[in-house]
Structures are given as C-alpha cells and as structure tokens.
C-alpha cells in the first residue's frame, strides 16, 4: 500500500507529553544507566536538523514528497528531543542548546563536509541516491522504534513507558514512509540496489555513530542490545532490511554490534563498556 504523504503531512503534531506526571520521577528517579541513554537518544533528535540539511543538497530535495516528509519529519524529531529533555530535567541534567552546539563544532571538519561529501554523492549517482537515502532512513527508523521500545522494557517505569510509547508510534510512521519508498525505487533499479547494498554493508553505522563519542555509542548499544534479547532484536531489524529488494542476507545490525564488541551473552551497558578495547 502505497504511503500517502498529504495525510502524513495533515496528521503531523507536537508529540504530546504535558498529561504525563514527570514529577513521578523525583520519587522514583530513572537509573544512572537509562539516563545517560536518554541523554543520547535526546541529543540524536535534536541532531535531525543537521541530517536534514544535508539531505537538502542532494536529489532528494528536488521532489515534493521527499521536502513535506523532511519538513514534518524535522519537526516530529525535535518534539521527541524536547520530551526527552524534560525527563533528564527533572532529573537535574539539563540539555543545553549552547553546548549542543558545541558538541557539534567539536566535529571540526566532518560536520562541515558531511553536507559537501551528501551532495558530491547526490551528483555523481543521480535519482538512485534517493533509493540509498530512503534505505538508510528505514535502517534508521527501524532502529529507533526498536531502541525506544528495549528502553521501555528494560526500565520498566510506567510513565517513561508512556512517553517512550508515544515516541515509537510516530517513529513507525517514519518506518512507513522510508520502507514504502525505498520498495519503490529499489524494484525500479539495479544499480540502486547494488550501490544501497553496498553502502548499507560498507558505511552504514548505528544512529548517532557520527556526532557521539566512540564510548557513548558503545555503551548506549551495550544496554539496548547486548544479551539474547538484544541480539534477537539484532536479527529482526536485519530481517527487515533484508525484506528490501535487493538487499537479502545483509546483516548490518548484528555487523555492527560485533565491530561495537556487544555480545549476545553480555548484559546491559556497562558489560559493553567493558569490552570496550577489545
């Protein structure tokens, strides 16, 4: 079923959080663990806007489908950080914009060539990099869907449930549209599928690889998807990729979780921080 864009676009809203009691937290404050997670979830969100500009210098700005997807999609991610942050808040732990900033800066000239190397690449492969860009995004969402429900049961706290429920539905909808069109436009090319393919088992990198510290990352993917559990949630987010045309057996998920030293048999972020030079 093909995903209709205007009824994205008119159904798009603040992600809601204000019915939630937050002060619940200060008489059962969230772990050490789950907060440094949100804070990382929180600083990915906020991050989307950097994505979108550099999408916004290759073919995938020139359709209106892909511009009123990024134009919602945006918006939606940034509620999603502000929810976040109103949890660690109430915690003590302030997500500060100036220091996001410099957090940002401190990325030195890969962030600034990031918009230069998205475009270069737009260029040189045409239309079929936007099968790449809708690929990647489907990896990407798939995984946040799946990150914000691990957090969620591993927590076990009813209102971060709630809240983290909340994001996921929205989440699924970007699912929605990423999956529907990269079907499309990888059944219409080869070359789409072989260049996805290959930058999806050669670049491809969990979310927040590119603007987090290497720790962060290790520790953040520690507690969401070491042990069985997490692993089986590996597999099925490599099923799902491996669903898109032309893109069968691909294992990136579970790739990733080995080069990142997470096991099936370790448990929880700080077993993955401990394999950390490994």
Known sequence: MAFDIDKFAATSERLSWDDLDLDH?????LSADSLRTLRYMADVEYHTVCYTRDLLTTPSHKENEMTTFMTMWNREEFWHG???AAILEVHGITVDYDQLRANRLKLGWRERLDPVKQGLLGKIVGSDFVA??????A??????VSAYKRMAELEQDPVLAELLKRIAKQEARHV???????????????????????????VWAPVGSSIMEVDDVKFVFGQLMSGEDGRK???????????????????????ALDGLGIRADSVGGSSAGSVATA
């Open 139 to 144: 990896a990407n969402e798939y995984s946040a």
């Open 176 to 202: 929605a549209f990423y999956v529907s069109q990269a079907r499309e436009r990888l059944l219409a090319s080869k070359k789409a599928q072989k260049l996805t393919r290959f930058l999806l088992s050669k």
């Open 132 to 137: 790449v860009h809708m690929s990647w995004g």
């Open 25 to 29: 937290f200060r008489k059962n404050p």
């Open 233 to 255: 949630a590996a597999v099925k987010l490599d099923q799902n990729i491996s669903n898109l045309p032309g893109m069968s057996g691909l294992t990136i998920f579970q790739k």
């Open 82 to 84: 502000e929810a976040l």
